[in-house]
Nanobody, 119 residues
Framework: QVQLVESGGGLVQAGDSLRLACAAS????????LAWFRQAPGKEREFVAS????????NYADSVKGRFTISRDIAKNTAYLQMNSLKPEDTAVYYC????????????WGQGTQVTVSS
């Protein structure tokens, strides 16, 4: 069972940057993909970005391309989400999730971290 712990959320102003971290433990993590999702009040949870821990293959939602960068530190089993040029519409609870690269669903979720961007 993979455990995920997020950190790095906070309150920033529009245009600022923030970096989130997702520390993973348990399981054979080289087989896993870590992803970030977010959920704004009154909206459905949406995919933000993902990265495979072994090869570092990335994928992004169109809404964050060019502003957000996902990376990983294999030695620390940690994925990072660098968020630049933040907008008020980026305000949400950000969740880290994990699945094996062969799976189609995310079986493991973190507790979430709040990101608030003021205008």
């Amino acid at each position: 069972q993979v455990q995920l712990v997020e950190s790095g959320g906070g309150l920033v102003q529009a245009g600022d940057s923030l970096r989130l971290a997702c520390a993973a433990s348990g399981g054979t993590l080289t087989r896993y993909l870590l992803a970030w999702f977010r959920q704004a009040p009154g909206k459905e949870r949406e995919f933000v970005a993902s990265i495979t821990l072994s090869r570092g293959t990335t994928n992004y939602a169109d809404s964050v391309k060019g502003r957000f960068t996902i990376s990983r530190d294999i030695a620390k089993n940690t994925a990072y989400l660098q968020m630049n040029s933040l907008k008020p519409e980026d305000t949400a609870v950000y969740y880290c999730a994990a699945r094996t690269v062969l799976s189609s669903s995310y079986a493991n979720w973190g507790q979430g971290t709040q990101v608030t961007v003021s205008s």
